[in-house]
Nanobody
Framework: QVQLVESGGGLVQPGGSLRLSCAASESIFRLNAMGWYRQAPGKERELVAMITAGGTINYADSVKGRFTISRDFGKNTVFLQMNGLKPEDTAAYYC?????????WGQGTQVTVSS
């Protein structure tokens, strides 16, 4: 069982920035992939960004050029730097990790973009 603790959400004005963090309870060297998903009210959960063990990164088209996923092996943490935030980025953001094809989720952190 991998436990994940997310932080960094909040209220920000359009055009602003936030950095989300997801700390894992074990070494992220053991993980096949780490990523961020989001779910807005009334919508399905969608992939935002994913990084594999080998360092391959994928982004949703809607966030390319604005969001950056990264990881810190020393802190067992994956980050999502979000710049140029838009109201349509408002959602609950969830960290997900894949370890040996088992998926684990964080509790979610709310991001609200509003003036």
């Amino acid at each position: 069982q991998v436990q994940l603790v997310e932080s960094g959400g909040g209220l920000v004005q359009p055009g602003g920035s936030l950095r989300l963090s997801c700390a894992a309870s074990e070494s992220i060297f053991r993980l096949n992939a780490m990523g961020w998903y989001r779910q807005a009210p009334g919508k399905e959960r969608e992939l935002v960004a994913m990084i594999t063990a080998g360092g391959t990164i994928n982004y949703a088209d809607s966030v390319k050029g604005r969001f950056t996923i990264s990881r810190d092996f020393g802190k067992n943490t994956v980050f999502l730097q979000m710049n140029g935030l838009k109201p349509e980025d408002t959602a609950a953001y969830y960290c997900q990790v894949n370890r040996r094809n088992n998926l684990y989720w964080g509790q979610g952190t709310q991001v609200t973009v509003s003036s």
